[in-house]
């Protein structure tokens, strides 16, 4: 079974920016129970659909396929739950690890999230200066929450 360990944390800055350049993904979810999210991405001129599974902390089952991207627009348009994210993605290395930095665009605007994917649950790792809260167990922050309850539709921000 292929395992996903990720955690979240939000960004306090934008100083990121000076190592990296992003690149456009738009993103959407299909319909399903609760238990699961079947996500359809499109990262420049490649598609996949993702099959992630609930898990147990940080850690949970996650299927990824590369579809075409002509499929992955269809679906995009009119399959998924809208509104369908954008957001500009941020890599970013810092002592040895990789963080992806997610900063949305239109109805998540002003939302940016920090994420490092790791190998083992309780493994340690550095945190650059621009990383802020940890929102890894806060479900509001999840791309699949953001599709149906976008950002700024949020009542009270912290």
């Not at 599974?53 to 998924?80: K, R």
């Amino acid at each position: 079974m292929a395992t996903e360990i990720e955690r979240k944390f939000l960004v306090k800055d934008l100083s990121f920016k000076k190592q990296s350049n992003g690149i456009l993904i738009k993103q959407g979810y299909l319909p399903t129970d609760s238990t699961i999210a079947v996500r359809v991405r499109v990262v420049e001129n490649r598609a996949y659909l993702t099959i992630k599974g609930q898990g147990t902390g940080i850690a949970q089952a996650e299927y990824e396929y590369e579809i075409p991207v002509s499929d992955a627009d269809e679906l995009l348009n009119n399959m998924c739950i809208k509104p369908v994210i954008e957001k500009y993605r941020y890599k970013y290395e810092y002592k040895g690890f990789t963080w992806e930095i997610d900063e949305f665009l239109n109805e998540n605007e002003g939302l940016v999230v920090a994420e490092i994917e790791l190998n083992d649950v309780e493994e340690d790792f550095p945190v650059p200066d621009f990383i802020g809260e940890e929102v890894t167990f806060d479900y509001r922050y999840r791309n699949s929450y953001l599709a149906k309850h976008p950002y700024k539709s949020w009542q009270s921000r912290e």
